[in-house]
């Protein structure tokens, strides 16, 4: 019988030391819970701050040849300020692709980039492209296509250039300047370069361009001046 009641004894000690260890896990089960939770929110905005604040290069090919390089989301050097454009936002994409032959490097960067102006409410973009294509005499390719830029055409200058004859104040400068009817052109461009150095102090270029303007405003200045038919 005292075998049996200390039998008793010792599996009522057991129980008891359990139900206390059963009534302290929830509290623990909480509070790592809890750290695991905040660690985790800590890791989630670490990888925000990465996209957002952080290029990134991604290898395109197996053995790294080509690589696509992204900006980040937000930096500041996307955000632009100039008195014709006002203030406008542009991001830039780079790719790059070397090629090793004959013991030369062959390069292709690629560098497009888009933008746009709130003041003038115009989307502005290039695509850059520059080939190094023969290394031994530095021969270099470049091709860039682009549009959305606005500019004026030379008449216009000569115009307000003569209209400023005879003014020497800055403000009787700007009063013309501010009052001078500006009729901008939206312009779209080719243009190509090809440049060597067959020796060291010499550099060889040559190439073209082409650009396509169209008047911004012809639409009011066509229905304002009575023509039938406008674009």
């Not at 991001?91 to 030369?104: A, D, I, M």
């Not at 960067?109 to 933008?115: F, R």
């Not at 606005?150 to 115009?159: G, S, V």
Request: hydrophobic content about 35%; proline content about 3%; overall charge neutral.
């Amino acid at each position: 019988v005292a075998l049996y009641d200390d039998a008793e004894l010792i599996i009522a000690q057991i129980m008891q030391q359990q139900a206390k260890t059963d009534l302290s896990d929830p509290i623990s089960l909480q509070k790592d819970s809890t750290i695991h939770t905040t660690d985790k929110h800590a890791i989630i905005n670490e990888q925000a701050r990465d996209i957002l604040l952080s290029s990134h290069k991604f290898n395109i090919t197996n053995n790294g040849n080509a690589n696509l390089e992204l900006p980040p989301i937000i930096t500041p050097s996307m955000i632009q300020w100039s008195g014709n454009k006002g203030l406008s936002l542009r991001t830039r994409l780079r790719f790059n692709f070397n090629k090793q032959h004959n013991y030369s490097d062959y390069k292709i960067e690629i560098s497009p980039s888009v933008g746009y102006s709130f003041k003038q409410k115009q989307i502005y973009w290039s695509t850059p492209l520059l080939w190094y294509c023969a290394p031994a005499i530095n021969g270099k390719l470049h091709f860039e296509a682009g549009g959305g830029a606005r500019n004026y055409n030379n008449k216009q200058a000569e115009e307000l250039r003569h209209k400023l004859q005879g003014y020497e104040h800055y403000d009787s400068l700007q009063n013309v300047i501010d009052n001078y009817g500006f009729h901008d052109y939206r312009d779209t461009h080719l243009q190509t370069d090809f440049s060597l150095s067959p020796m060291s102090g010499i550099v060889l270029t040559s190439g073209f361009r082409y650009h396509r303007r169209t008047l911004v405003e012809w639409n009011d200045l066509a229905k304002s001046a009575g023509l039938a038919h406008y674009l």
